[in-house]
Structure formats: C-alpha cells, structure tokens
C-alpha cells in the first residue's frame, strides 16, 4: 500500500500548521500551497515529506502541484480572520473566489476528496447545540462569505462529480493561536497579573485543543462521507464562565476576573456548542486531549512568552 497523500492550504495559518503536523506525523507525503514560504514553521518547511509549493491557488497549473490522485484537498486558507476584519466585504469576497479556486486545481489534479472548513460563527444566534444542517445565523460578513462559500463549492463539487466535505470547526485553543480570542486573552491577561473584563458569559460553550481538531480533520479526509456537513467538537458543554473560571483556578486562584462588567453587545444569548454525531459515527473520533490538559499546555506555552 503507498503513502497516503495530501494537500493542504492554510498551512501558515494556526489551525493548517497543527494540520500539517497531524498528517506528517501519521505517514502521509504532504504538498503545501503557500503564498510566503517564510512563514512556514521551520520543523514543517525542513520535513523530508512535506513539498512546499508557492504561489496564488488561482495561478497554479496542475503542473505546478505534481501530485496525482492526491487522496485528499484540505483547504483551509482564509484570510479576514480577525475581528477588525470579518467585516470587510473585499476580503471575505476574495475568500470565497479562493475557495472555488481551490476546488478547480483539486479536481483538475485528480483529488479523491476535497474538504473545506467552516465555522461556528456560521450560526451565531443558535441557542441549542448546533444542527449543522439547520438553516445558518451568521452575524458578520466572515460567517455569511463561510455559510456562502459552502454552498458554492457545494454546487460546483456536484458539477464537477468532486467528492467533498463541509467541516465545521469548533472554538479552537492551543499553543500558537495569537489572536484576541477568549482564552489566549484570559490567560495572557492573567499571567501579566492583569483582570481580565467580560460580559456575563452565560453562553454555553464548546471548546477542543487544537491537535484534536486537527486529528479529527484527518479522519475526516480518510472515513468522512462526500457530500456530508461534519460538526467537529468535544461533544461536552458547559457555561462559558465555568471553563473561564477553571482557566483563573489553574493559573492562580487568588486572581479576581471581571466578569459581568463588560456590557453585552446583544440581548440573545447565543450557544457555541455543535452536533457531533455523525463526526463519531463515522470517523471513530473521541476527543483524547482534555480541556484541562490542553489548557494546562498553552498556559506553558505563554509562561514561556510573558
């Protein structure tokens, strides 16, 4: 039996890099598209199985890519992340052209499956756990280009005969995620001695480390169904106050938080908490990284940076 293969976009980015890691790590020959080799992790751009291959997807000639009935397309790329700039309608609409274009140099090179990333922002105002075939609530231009671009690619991968898969990404935490999020904002505030400022925090909440999403993306590329919406978490919820406060407790429990100071932007109080069922049924997936565990590692991880 011959290597598995794949290829990933987003690989510079936090969730792609521990992707890139997954895969490596479980034998696969991996082909990266990157549009700046330099911010590649040095361990990933040095890996004897990991082809790097610059330049803009819509560029690309199958030529470029050299990898022939790849077993799976991992798009992931997507820029506009950050909250100054999930509004802004350039970049979320350029986001959806590179999706689609990465859909074309998948089925152009003979991939087998190609599966793009969504998002829990893609049904903001959902006060259950999350049907990820319920009709979408986003609440900025990020998660309507996301809930957008899914039924794009949808469409073209029908056109196409593309085998492909919608993974919804849950709330992601772990060493290397640098933007403002709750819990990197939570734990770098109080390592700096810092109070942290929050609403009343009474969402209910998913959160899963990182190596688990990124595991749970490859069984996903290798046992996931075409044609299939898989909500990826860790199947347990609880208020996100609780995890907020459990963050404080590990750190020091002497440290005050501010919650309950900081005015709610919305009257609806919203859950991040997704199905997972069919997430388990079919690829076997059990998150084996505790939230406690991977908290405990990226309070390490920024004792080191602080």
Not at 8 to 35: D, H, K, M, P
Not at 101 to 126: M, P
Not at 128 to 139: E, H, K
Not at 220 to 234: D, F, M, N, Q, T
């Amino acid at each position: 039996m011959g290597m598995n293969t794949a290829i990933v976009t987003g690989a510079t980015g936090f969730v792609g890099s521990w992707l890139v890691e997954e895969l490596l790590a479980n034998g696969y020959q991996v082909s990266v598209i990157v549009r700046n080799a330099s911010r590649l992790l040095p361990h990933i751009a040095k890996h004897p199985q990991c082809r790097i291959i610059e330049g803009e997807i819509s560029k690309l000639l199958p030529s470029d890519i050299m990898t022939r009935e790849a077993d799976v397309f991992f798009h992931l790329a997507w820029g506009g992340v950050d909250s100054k700039d999930k509004n802004n309608l350039h970049i979320q609409l350029e986001n959806i052209q590179l999706a689609l274009d990465a859909l074309e140099l998948s089925n152009k090179i003979g991939c087998r499956k190609f599966l793009a990333s969504g998002t829990v922002a893609e049904y903001v105002f959902c006060e259950d756990v999350m049907n990820v075939n319920s009709r979408q609530t986003p609440n900025d231009y990020y998660g309507a280009a996301k809930v957008s671009v899914h039924h794009f690619l949808e469409v073209r991968a029908r056109q196409l005969s593309q085998d492909f898969i919608w993974a919804m990404l849950p709330s992601t935490f772990g060493e290397r995620r640098h933007d403002n999020n709750i819990i990197t904002y939570t734990i770098t505030t109080l390592l700096r001695g810092d109070r942290p400022l929050y609403g009343d925090l009474l969402q209910m909440w998913d959160f899963l480390y990182v190596s688990e999403v990124a595991r749970a993306l490859r069984l996903l590329g290798e046992r996931g169904l075409a044609g299939k919406v898989y909500g990826i978490g860790s199947g347990q919820y609880k208020l996100l106050r609780d995890y907020i406060i459990q963050i404080k407790d590990m750190i020091d429990p002497n440290l005050e938080l501010g919650i309950g100071e900081v005015p709610a932007m919305s009257q609806q109080t919203f859950s991040s908490c997704v199905n997972t069922y069919a997430l388990f049924k079919d690829t076997g997936f059990y998150p084996k990284v505790s939230f406690e565990e991977g908290i405990k590692r990226t309070i390490e991880y920024w004792e080191k940076r602080i």
